[in-house]
């Protein structure tokens, strides 16, 4: 007697006698977030909300942690105007990609407007 055996390797190796086995599932494709735009939303929704809201409660009903709640706030406000307002309507993976909320992070973490509009611009001329 005869059998077509069907292997496939993965995490851990896939034997099958008589049947092939079912396709591999497709993943899904990656979404790249706008974390100009994240943090945008955040901030509108903590000066324009209902009554006075705080950090804690902004956190609680958003369900994001302190951190990125602080990350993404400095975001906002330390980097240049006009680059969050060229950047929040962007829809290019390619500069959501170079521009990720870890980069941006530590752009804003640079001390003076010009070390980080210098750091801006090599970004996007390397695209």
Avoid at 22 to 39: L, S
Avoid at 48 to 68: C, D, F, M, Q, V
Avoid at 100 to 107: F, P, S, T, Y
Wanted: with cysteine; proline share 5%.
């Amino acid at each position: 007697m005869v059998v077509k055996i069907y292997t496939r390797r993965s995490k851990r190796q896939l034997i099958r006698f008589g049947d092939p086995l079912p396709e591999k599932p497709v993943r899904a494709k990656r979404i790249i977030q706008n974390t100009i735009y994240e943090g945008l939303k955040l901030q509108a929704y903590i000066n324009h909300g209902p009554g006075r809201i705080t950090w804690a409660k902004a956190r609680k009903a958003l369900n994001i942690s302190e951190a990125k709640l602080a990350h993404l706030l400095k975001i906002v406000k330390t980097l240049p105007p006009d680059f969050v307002k060229n950047m929040e309507s962007c829809n290019d993976e390619n500069m959501l990609k170079i521009f990720n909320g870890r980069r941006l992070l530590r752009i804003s973490r640079l001390k003076t407007d010009k070390e980080r509009r210098n750091e801006i611009e090599r970004l996007s001329l390397k695209d």
